[in-house]
């Protein structure tokens, strides 16, 4: 039976675009070695942390969404970011379902739906 997980990763901000991709492509590697699969990768970008950590005022978001066949793999992927230096803090959550996030055109989409009906009704009175 599959387990889904949401692992959170923060990322020292200094880190270049190429070496921030570098480290999430090793842990997406590293779920795929375990016969598992990276449904989704969320970068949410450098943004500043509610406290500091290892003197680190700052960090990049990435949420990866994982599904692994053997539940007990998800111990490996913990123990590579807490050895990883380039990871400030990292977060791993088992969920019953992945659930993604609405992509931002999907929502942008929505609201000018919403925009153009507003339209018509008010055109309609």
Do not use: W
């Amino acid at each position: 039976m599959s387990a889904f997980y949401e692992c959170v990763l923060l990322l020292k901000s200094q880190l270049t675009d190429e070496e921030s991709a570098a480290a999430v492509s090793r842990f997406t590697s590293l779920v795929e070695s375990k016969s598992g699969t990276v449904h989704h990768v969320q970068k949410l970008g450098r943004k500043r942390m509610a406290y500091e950590l290892n003197k680190e005022k700052r960090a990049e978001y990435v949420i990866l969404y994982i599904e692994l066949k053997n539940p007990a793999d998800i111990s490996e992927l913990d123990r590579q970011a807490r050895i990883d230096e380039r990871v400030v803090k990292s977060m791993i959550v088992r969920k019953e379902k992945l659930v993604f996030p609405k992509s931002e055109s999907s929502q942008e989409e929505a609201t000018a739906d919403q925009d153009d009906s507003a339209m018509l009704e008010g055109e309609a009175r």
